[in-house]
């Protein structure tokens, strides 16, 4: 079963717990803190394998989990670092951020990896909080969240020509007539159900990859029929190659089926519009067809039209040189532009908070990715930890900020789900 669009949460590893220790040894008096640090948390890696050709694995995987580090220990041990996640998929995946709706990685060569998301560190052991004034803490640190991304991935196929036009048109008997792929043919609309890809040999040794793509119907730029799915491969392709039945079979008009398709392209996209275009007149071994081609180039006379008739294997070698000769001269281009990218999104620094307080009934929220980081990896049952956490959030300006914005001792202070008594 083909799937080009699949959606998931996924979520990295926490990092391993730090360890609270001191080294107790019989002739080893005030022997001071040895608890180790956790291990990082898992990543969630995606890898492409040129093996695979749909996205139908993570159809049904819509949460995706790494495993949690290893927590530190006495005697100054370490935790071990959680292995990463690995998942495969197909050359021409697009990973996109569900949220921001902008683009994480673009995966097209074989054995490329992208971190989808990031591993927590792991927490602090004691020994790394040990200083002059406290040569001795009693306290750790939990390990730190795993990133949560929700992203969506969008596979476009990788080939240098498609095949492109109405269902039934000949296209994927062109296709088995002059590459290696075997695509399911029959007299019934919407025989392609998914792209098939086949690589084109000329007899002078040179190759290109063609894709015979699923047919358009009208409206197919807002997703009926196979449209969406054909418009989203068609934008991986270098040069579009138009086939439309010259012989208007099943009471068809040329030039109506193609006003039709281009109509839906430049609805669709307007980059996909302005690829290079090559019609391939097909069927032309039919009665009718010589006299519906003459319309045609009279409709269109600056249109470039290679004729052919996949079932006689009539101009087909012609055509493929032509589509070569083409690629040849074609530069490569971006399927995305950098802005697309959330890797070149230009923050700008402003002198803001690192987080936001608001009053919600008698409760003061604050909300802040630093903040509700800190307050997760703090060790509530410690109180020494909690003490810790209070400095910090002081040397914020948290509590400078809270009695500016009205609050009182007493009041209630909410962090993520967690409410505390505003206190000295």
Avoid at 117 to 128: D, P, S, T
Avoid at 133 to 148: H, I
Avoid at 150 to 165: Q, W
């Amino acid at each position: 079963m083909f799937e080009d669009f699949v959606k998931m949460k996924c979520i990295a590893g926490r990092g391993g717990d730090g360890c609270t220790s001191f080294r107790r040894e019989k002739y080893v008096p005030m022997g001071g803190p040895d608890g180790g640090s956790g291990g990082r948390g898992g990543n969630i890696v995606f890898v492409v394998d040129k093996g695979l050709k749909t996205l139908i694995d993570l159809k049904y995987h819509k949460i995706i989990k790494a495993q949690k580090g290893e927590n530190g220990s006495g005697k100054n041990q370490y935790g071990k670092s959680a292995e990463d996640t690995i998942i495969k998929v197909p050359a021409g995946t697009t990973i996109f951020d569900d949220d921001t709706g902008l683009i994480l990685k673009d995966l097209t060569e074989d054995q490329e990896k992208f971190i989808v998301a990031k591993g927590g560190r792991g927490g602090r052991g004691n020994k790394a909080f040990a200083t002059q004034s406290d040569p001795a803490p009693t306290f750790s640190e939990k390990g730190e969240p795993g990133e949560e991304k929700y992203i969506r991935c969008e596979l476009k196929v990788l080939a240098d020509v498609g095949l492109i036009g109405m269902p039934s048109v000949g296209k994927s008997t062109i296709l088995k007539m002059v590459s290696n792929a075997n695509p399911k043919i029959a007299a019934y609309h919407f025989t392609t159900l998914s792209p098939n890809l086949g690589l084109v040999k000329l007899k002078d040794q040179r190759s290109f990859v063609l894709a015979d793509l699923p047919g358009l119907i009208e409206n197919a730029s807002t997703g009926a029929g196979l449209g969406i799915q054909f418009l989203r491969h068609a934008m991986r392709t270098r040069i579009l190659a138009h086939v439309i039945d010259m012989s208007a079979t099943e009471g068809r008009d040329p030039i109506k089926d193609y006003q039709m398709i281009r109509k839906e392209i430049s609805a669709y996209s307007k980059s996909l519009a302005q690829k290079k275009e090559i019609i391939i007149a097909s069927k032309m071994d039919l009665p009718s067809s010589k006299e519906n081609l003459r319309k045609f180039q009279m409709f269109y006379p600056d249109k470039e039209i290679l004729e052919v008739s996949a079932i006689q294997n009539i101009g087909l070698e012609t055509a493929m040189v032509t589509l070569m000769n083409e690629l040849e001269q074609q530069k490569e281009e971006k399927l995305y532009q950098e802005d697309d990218y959330e890797s070149t999104v230009i923050y700008k620094f402003k002198t803001e908070k690192p987080y936001t307080i608001e009053k919600d009934q008698d409760v003061w929220v604050i909300k802040g990715k630093e903040i509700e980081k800190l307050f997760l990896m703090t060790r509530w049952e410690n109180e020494d930890a909690q003490l810790r956490f209070a400095r910090r959030l002081k040397a914020m300006g948290v509590e400078e900020e809270l009695e500016s914005l009205g609050a009182k001792r007493g009041d209630e202070v909410q962090i993520l789900d967690y409410i505390f008594t505003f206190k000295e």
